[in-house]
């Protein structure tokens, strides 16, 4: 029933080490989207990919490599994870229709970065 | 960079009283949506509008889009604790990148 799911829900990793996350979405929408939320609560935009191919790369570091292997699909890479990585990360959704768009989110990863 | 700032930043009141919400931007928005963010949760899409000048209701909560199109207003009519969250603006300049509020916290006590 989950239309955008994401996992893992935590992920507690020492710095230095590499992490993913996957993300996968049934609603059959063309765009998705990570998007990163600091302790402030503030949500940016990462990166959005459409129908597996890239569209928006909003200036993060190379260290994070989203991967799209179908439209379905949108995973998150992060080689040689710093303390500043800490932050919960979403992943949406999206499909443009007479109405404009809405993102439907994921309920978001919580990293932690020791 | 569009920057879009919400008022106030964190919002405390008890149930049965009138708040609202202000997001303002110097930039002109094609759109304009409003999310509400639970805790352990994703933000949920509540409404979307697209007019300068357009008002829309949804139970309790009225949205307003400015006549100039930078900045939006939501007003929620005898709050209640289920209102509770994390409001957060979002507007988009005619392409699918949408850029977020900085947010308003509510709290609702019984």
């Known amino acids: 029933d989950t239309a955008v799911s994401q996992t893992p829900k935590y992920l507690v990793t020492q710095m230095g080490n590499d992490k993913s996350i996957k993300c996968e979405q049934n609603l059959g929408h063309d765009t998705m989207y990570w998007y990163k939320q600091d302790s402030k609560k503030f949500l940016k935009i990462m990166f959005s990919?459409?129908?597996?191919?890239?569209?928006i790369n909003e200036t993060v570091p190379n260290r994070f490599s989203p991967k799209s292997p179908d439209k379905a699909h949108l995973n998150l890479h992060i080689n040689s994870l710093e303390l500043g990585d800490s932050a919960v990360y979403f992943c949406?959704?999206?499909?443009?229709?007479?109405?404009?768009?809405?993102?439907?989110f994921g309920n978001g990863t919580r990293l932690t970065v020791t | 960079t569009q920057l879009l700032e919400q008022s106030p930043q964190f919002l405390s009141i008890q149930e049965g009283e009138n708040l609202t919400v202000y997001c303002n931007s110097s930039s002109v928005f094609s759109s304009l949506q409003w999310y509400r963010q639970e805790p352990g949760e994703g933000p949920v899409l509540l409404v979307t509008v697209v007019t300068g000048g357009e008002v829309k209701k949804l139970k309790r909560l009225t949205f307003q889009f400015g006549d100039a199109r930078k900045d939006s207003s939501l007003h929620i009519t005898a709050a209640q604790t289920g209102d509770t969250g994390l409001y957060l603006c979002a507007g988009t300049e005619w392409t699918d990148k949408l850029i977020f509020g900085t947010g308003t916290r509510l709290q609702v006590f019984p």
């Open positions: 949406a959704s999206s499909q443009v229709d007479f109405g404009g768009f809405a993102l439907h």
């Open positions: 990919y459409n129908n597996k191919e890239l569209i």
